[in-house]
């Protein structure tokens, strides 16, 4: 299974970006999906999943600002995010669930 996170970048506090991660390989329809996140000199965080069937679940930290969603056709999963905060700022990843992360992508959230 590969993934690729697409739509990082510089955003300003208070802003909203969404993020989209490719998948190939998989059985993508039938498969769980989580976004997780990185900063620098911390461990990396599960941030919200999203089911086969659709059913979704969030961490605390982000859950109503952050909304994961899917496209089956398309094979990708979505993660939207607003109200964003400069403790936002990290390297976002998406993963099948029980496989290996994909590459990820910058958010930096700054002024």
């Known amino acids: 299974v590969q993934l690729q996170a697409f739509g990082g970048g510089l955003v300003q506090p208070g802003g909203s970006l969404t993020l989209s991660c490719v998948v190939s390989?998989?059985?993508?329809?039938?498969?769980?999906f989580g976004w997780y996140r990185q900063a620098p000199g911390t461990q990396r965080d599960f941030l919200a999943g999203?089911?086969?069937?659709?059913?979704?679940y969030y961490a605390d930290s982000v859950k109503g600002r952050f909304t994961i969603s899917r496209d089956n056709a398309k094979n990708t999963v979505y993660l939207q995010m607003s109200n964003l905060k400069s403790e936002d700022t990290a390297v976002y990843y998406c993963r099948q669930r029980f496989g290996d992360y994909g590459q990820g992508t910058l958010v930096t959230v700054s002024s």
């Open positions: 390989g998989s059985d993508f329809s039938t498969e769980t």
């Open positions: 999203i089911t086969g069937s659709g059913g979704t």
